[in-house]
């Protein structure tokens, strides 16, 4: 009897894991962060070609700002519901000035998008053709970090 309880209480662990999952304000902070790691890691391997830190290769490169092209289609902003501001929400860096201007923040990742657009077909042809696209992501992410974004 003890045998079935005590493999009862472990197999109910998991459960108790999802039901924490439920949460809608920790879904959408641990989606915005693998949505910012998702971007992170393709703005590296950009930012690296054109510093000259990574070996320029133009399918890469291509690949790399097509990712990033496609991220900026999904509503990212959507991802932010209130109560997920830094403060309240666990590992959250979002301002509480993002629902008082939610307009300016869809905005500027709009901005983001913008920025992205075409960037897979203008990396090609060389290094060179790497760090203007890589100045006009920095600005669009730096525009809305500076006004959105906790300083960590």
Not at 39 to 57: F, Q, V
Request: with cysteine; net charge negative; proline share 3%.
């Amino acid at each position: 009897m003890r045998l079935i309880l005590t493999a009862a209480a472990i197999a109910a662990l998991p459960l108790t894991v999802l039901a924490q999952d439920d949460d809608p304000i920790h879904q959408a902070v641990e989606a915005r962060h693998g949505f910012y790691q998702m971007l992170a890691i393709n703005m590296g391997t950009l930012a690296g070609m054109a510093k000259g830190d990574i070996a320029y290769d133009e399918a890469a490169a291509s690949t790399a700002a097509a990712n990033i092209e496609a991220l900026t289609k999904y509503d990212l902003p959507g991802l932010f519901i209130e109560g997920s501001e830094s403060g309240k929400a666990e590992d959250s860096a979002a301002k509480p000035d993002i629902w008082a201007n939610l307009d300016d923040f869809r905005a500027k990742f709009a901005g983001l998008g913008e920025a992205a657009a075409g960037a897979s077909e203008a990396v090609k042809g060389g290094a060179e053709n790497v760090g203007p696209v890589v100045g006009k992501l920095g600005e669009a992410c730096k525009a809305c970090h500076d006004k959105y974004r906790e300083k960590s």
